[in-house]
């Protein structure tokens, strides 16, 4: 890996718009850390701030959304988050068909990502038939000539994962990475993840409102509420002793689906 980054700081990271000359915060003064080798779950309801939280951090905001305060650091060092895409943070977004481009096929996809991030391209071939190879998309000779409208959504998952780790960035932002799989693909998807993660010290921030997903890969949860962290802790502390009732409400209606119940 051509750079050696170990840890992405977060502080006081706040995002939102004006409106009748008030202003009105989407996401406010979050604070966080992202450790290489580590998966950071961010989670919470439908419209807490997760996906704009990522938005925030890569300088990708919507019209009329402005980052109003935050600090990013990668090792110490301040970083804009247009310097943090692709060299430093690879994506997966949460609709895999919408985040390729229908008239370019996967080969012109995965070479114009190698040179937006500046990758060498000697052997270029062989690496990329070893990464299909890894993320189980074998047949590369068949697969690089294909259109996005050919491929499932599944394998336009893996193929973003592909892609991912062919940009060599030390750190993955995953916005709901198994939405709208069926549970076989989203399990195959997690082990997939979760490979990464252990065998490329990758730190993934995982954007989430699945808790079965964060039990299954994460090490560290933050939980949002309206726009603002309400708890934090390892993984285990989080599902055993949940403090706020936004976290023991998501818990609850995740056990719920195996006619569990969280104790008192």
């Not at 807490?48 to 890569?58: D, E, F, P, Q, V």
């Not at 976290?247 to 056990?255: E, G, Q, Y």
Request: net charge negative; with cysteine.
């Amino acid at each position: 890996m051509s750079l050696n980054h170990s840890v992405l700081e977060v502080s006081h990271l706040s995002a939102g718009y004006l409106h009748n000359n008030h202003a009105h915060f989407l996401i406010s003064d979050l604070s966080f850390s992202l450790r290489r080798g580590e998966v950071l779950a961010l989670v919470g309801a439908s419209g807490s701030g997760k996906s704009m939280t990522c938005s925030a951090l890569l300088d990708v905001l919507p019209p009329g959304v402005q980052k109003t305060q935050g600090t990013i650091l990668l090792d110490g060092q301040p970083v804009t988050g247009q310097a943090l895409r692709g060299r430093e943070v690879a994506s997966i977004m949460q609709n895999p068909r919408s985040a390729f481009n229908p008239v370019r096929t996967m080969h012109q996809h995965i070479t114009e990502t190698l040179k937006a991030t500046r990758q060498p391209l000697h052997d270029i071939d062989k690496r990329i038939r070893d990464v299909l190879a890894e993320v189980e998309l074998g047949d590369s000779e068949h697969i690089l000539k294909l259109y996005p409208f050919e491929m499932s959504g599944g394998m336009l998952q893996r193929m973003m994962i592909a892609i991912a780790i062919l940009s060599d960035a030390p750190f993955l932002f995953a916005d709901e990475p198994t939405t709208d799989l069926d549970l076989v693909v989203q399990m195959k998807i997690l082990d997939l993840l979760d490979h990464i993660v252990s065998d490329r010290q990758t730190g993934l921030l995982l954007i989430t409102h699945d808790m079965g997903v964060v039990a299954r890969l994460a090490d560290q949860v933050a939980v949002l509420s309206d726009g603002n962290i309400i708890e934090t802790g390892p993984v285990e502390d989080i599902f055993s002793r949940p403090r706020s009732p936004v976290t023991r409400n998501l818990i609850s209606a995740h056990l719920s689906l195996y006619d569990l119940e969280l104790s008192a």
